[in-house]
């Protein structure tokens, strides 16, 4: 089995709606996919084979989510990270995981030295647009590794969590059964997509549902975030309670799109 596999399963029947929204407008399904085919290809020419691990210093965009998903269709291991992570700490996780390269915008590189070698967004980008799709998905046992994520520790560096092709198979456990998330419908969270919640539920999850997520590479700001509500109108809406806070200092009107969303505090 390979978690790409199921994730895009019914990318061919939805290949002309939308996946993901963004400042850049559209990606539907079947650009996903293909996007997923040539990062993947322009990895395995980057050197990276199955099960090497490949870090995410990627902003919340197309490119992250093509890359992250084509790391997996190569079955090599994904590590986002986040930016906001003392230097020194990133620089653990890298080295900790074995990484043997890392995607990332400049300004999120780490002013720490770091022994992995860097691809930064804009070569990315070229490689991905220049690659050809067709690369066939990985064979992976159910068991393997497809991702990780490192949590803070109080009493000693971050600690790595490894997640399988079958946890990563399974997104969306909490948007079918409990939001009832269909085809077609918005989910918009204001959590980073390097953190597990946000992962899934504003991710992956939401592409195992045939839905579509609205990405942001900024941090969120409550205005923002309003304006994108009353744009997209979103079947569910991820956040935590002091941007809730946020959100309603900017007054009646400005969150008066948020009263019918489903929504959920993290």
């Known amino acids: 089995m390979n978690a790409v596999l199921t994730l895009l399963a ?3 029947r939805l290949q002309d709606q939308p996946a993901l929204l963004h400042a850049g407008g559209v990606t539907t399904y079947g650009e996903l996919a293909d996007a997923t085919q040539r990062a993947a290809a322009a990895l395995a020419a980057q050197g990276v084979r199955r099960g090497d691990v490949v870090g995410f210093l990627l902003k919340d965009s197309p490119l992250f989510c093509a890359a992250y998903l084509g790391a997996l269709h190569l079955g090599a291991v994904a590590i986002p990270i986040n930016p906001r992570l003392p230097a020194g700490d990133i620089a ?9 390269l890392l995607l990332a915008d400049a300004d999120q590189l780490p002013a720490a030295d770091i022994a992995v070698r860097v691809v930064e967004r804009e070569a990315l ?13 990985a064979p992976m046992r159910v068991g393997e590794p497809g991702f990780m994520l490192y ?13 399988t092709h079958a946890n990563a198979a399974h997104a969306g456990k909490l948007l079918r059964e409990v939001v009832g ?10 959590s980073k997509l390097f953190f597990a919640f946000a992962l899934d539920n504003a991710f992956t999850g939401v592409l195992a549902c045939g839905g579509a997520t609205v990405l942001n590479e900024a941090w969120p700001e409550p205005a923002d975030i309003a304006a994108q509500a009353a744009r997209y109108r979103p079947r569910a809406f991820f956040t935590v309670p002091t941007f809730f806070r946020r959100l309603l200092a900017l007054g009646p009107d400005a969150v008066a799109p948020f009263r019918d969303i489903g929504i959920t505090v993290t």
Request: net charge negative; glycine share 12%.
């Open 10 to 12: 019914h990318a061919g």
């Open 125 to 137: 980008q070229q490689a991905v647009d220049g690659a050809s799709p067709g690369l066939a998905a």
């Open 151 to 163: 949590c803070s520790c109080p009493t000693g560096p971050p600690q790595d969590i490894i997640h």
């Open 181 to 190: 998330l269909r085809e077609g419908e918005v989910v918009l969270a204001t």
């Open 92 to 100: 653990y996780v890298l080295a900790d995981s074995g990484a043997t």
